[in-house]
């Protein structure tokens, strides 16, 4: 039956970038900056655009919720932290609110917008003066030119954000000695320019430059954190303004003990004001990435064959498959993944995001953009994409996973798992199994669900005869030589995650 479902690539269109392979990391990774500076690519600077790629997650829905009660003054926080992992969303989110804010477009023009603001209540959201302080923008010493003057400070900026000259002249002595401007002045300034917006990305990045005790251009450290809480307490204090602020959670992407410093200091002023972000889920991510990655579903009837036979599938052959297959919302799972199957989202999601380099959504986008191009390319015909579909023989799908792995993993790949050369490549000349590529398939799910550090994932107690053998008790360099097979069967029977080798025939 599931051979004579249609190919996921004749249901799903992907985007025109992903199938030129034309994409690169920095279209993933949204600019805030240039896009309010207008020089960012059409996807993050046209509004609707944006909102067309973006899946409205329950968190981001009740952030916008919070932002059209706050520019309404009827309600909403006024100083929301955004912190996830790594490549969580943080940008993408403070571009949602730019564009909401900003109002350049009717909301009700912009995908998902319009019934959260009829649920508020309201028949219009006043245009609000939206303040970008990026920290990967200032630098310290090195003052920002504006119309050929200089603007020292965060709070030079943000005056001149707010009013240009007319703003800043109400804080000139502040920026110009490098010492913080009090709750009343900056109260007194957002209320002048309300409805307004602030946000904050990249606040570690700026402050840790600072020294403790050194003066700067910029002002201080403990200038610059006075800054920060005198403006999330004046906030408070306008009913139609509003501070949005990014912080790290990952030691990756802090950068050293100054920068751990730098975040205990700030997570200590916005945790006296602030309302925390939901972060995306595991089943909200599978339409993030399909709606960035696929254009359409050309043919929904066809798509819902192959949802439900890839159901009855695990159905009837329940005791070789996941007790999570025999629920009925995995069938929903199903529908909300396609083409991608939910098995490729568990792996990157549950297992790889453990790395601390892998940057969750923004990291799975980048290798499924690569592995999606590659399959079209080479007229990959599967009902949906499987981890053992993922063409990790390809260079570009190859490194990128290499690259989240210790050193010494690249040989490994290509003699054991996927390649030219591979023992998988011989044994799948084999005609016995070279029909559906039995051994390649299982050898890469099996890659897919166990190469990272730490997974989680349990290995065999038993992959030679001797049961007295165990995985951790075996050399490193006579692994490679126990029959991929045994190793197999083995893996699943302890992490029911793993799709059987029986099985992935029968999803040729």
Same mark, same amino acid.
């Given at each position: 039956m599931i051979m004579l479902l249609k190919p996921w690539r004749e249901v799903a269109v992907p985007h025109e970038d992903v199938l030129r392979g034309t994409f690169q990391q920095s279209e993933f990774a949204a600019d805030l900056t240039r896009v309010h500076n207008g020089t960012a690519t059409d996807e993050y600077r046209d509004p609707k655009l944006f909102y067309a790629r973006t899946y409205i997650t329950e968190g981001m829905r009740l952030l916008l919720d919070s932002i059209v009660r706050r520019l309404c003054g009827i309600g909403g926080e006024p100083v929301v932290q955004l912190q996830t992992a790594f490549g969580g969303g943080k940008t993408h989110t403070l571009l949602a609110v730019y564009h909401l804010a900003k109002g350049e477009v009717p909301l009700h023009e912009l995908h998902g917008v319009g019934p959260i603001v009829d649920a508020v209540g309201v028949v219009e959201v006043p245009k609000a003066r939206v303040v970008v302080l990026d920290g990967n923008q200032l630098s310290p010493n090195q003052p920002q030119m504006r119309d050929g003057q200089p603007v020292r400070t965060m709070w030079g900026e943000l005056a001149w954000q707010l009013g240009t000259w007319a703003a800043y002249e109400r804080i000139r002595k502040s920026d110009e000695s490098g010492t913080s401007p009090g709750k009343g002045v900056l109260s007194a300034l957002l209320e002048e320019h309300a409805p307004c917006v602030i946000l904050m990305d990249e606040l570690v990045a700026y402050l840790r430059q600072f020294e403790e005790g050194r003066q700067y251009t910029g002002g201080t450290f403990e200038s610059n954190l006075s800054f920060i809480q005198a403006l999330t307490e004046a906030v408070k204090a306008v009913p139609n303004a509003m501070v949005l602020a990014s912080l790290p959670e990952s030691e990756l992407e802090l950068g050293g003990p100054r920068a751990q410093l730098t975040l205990d200091s700030l997570e200590k002023i916005f945790g006296r004001v602030q309302a925390l972000w939901k972060p995306v889920g595991t089943e909200e991510a599978f339409e993030i990435v399909r709606r960035r990655l696929f254009s359409a579903i050309a043919d929904e009837r066809a798509m819902e064959e192959t949802c439900q036979a890839y159901m009855q599938m695990y159905l009837q052959h329940a005791g070789e498959f996941p007790p999570e297959t025999q629920e009925s919302r995995y069938l929903e799972r199903l529908r909300a993944s396609y083409p991608i199957h939910p098995a490729v989202f568990d792996a990157l999601y549950n297992v790889w995001s453990s790395m601390d380099k892998f940057q969750r959504t923004r990291g799975v986008l980048r290798l499924m953009a690569k592995a999606i191009h590659k399959l079209w390319a080479d007229g990959n015909a599967s009902p949906m994409i499987q981890p053992a579909d993922l063409p990790i023989d390809f260079a570009d799908v190859r490194n990128d996973l290499l690259y989240y792995l210790p050193q010494g993993w690249d040989p490994v790949v290509e003699r054991d798992v996927d390649g030219p050369r591979s023992e998988t490549a011989r044994l799948d000349r084999d005609t016995r199994f070279g029909a559906v590529q039995a051994a390649r398939r299982v050898a890469r799910t099996i890659f897919l669900n166990t190469a990272p550090v730490n997974s989680g994932l349990k290995l065999? /107690? /038993?992959?030679?005869?001797? +049961?007295? /053998?165990?995985?951790?008790?075996? =050399?490193?360099? *006579?692994?490679?030589?126990? =029959?991929? *097979? &045994?190793?197999? +069967?083995?893996? &699943?029977?302890e992490n029911p995650c793993v799709t059987p080798a029986r099985s992935l025939s029968f999803m040729r």
């Open positions: 065999p /107690k /038993k992959i030679a005869p001797d +049961s007295s /053998k165990t995985a951790d008790s075996i =050399p490193q360099n *006579h692994r490679d030589s126990f =029959p991929t *097979h &045994v190793f197999a +069967s083995s893996l &699943v029977a």
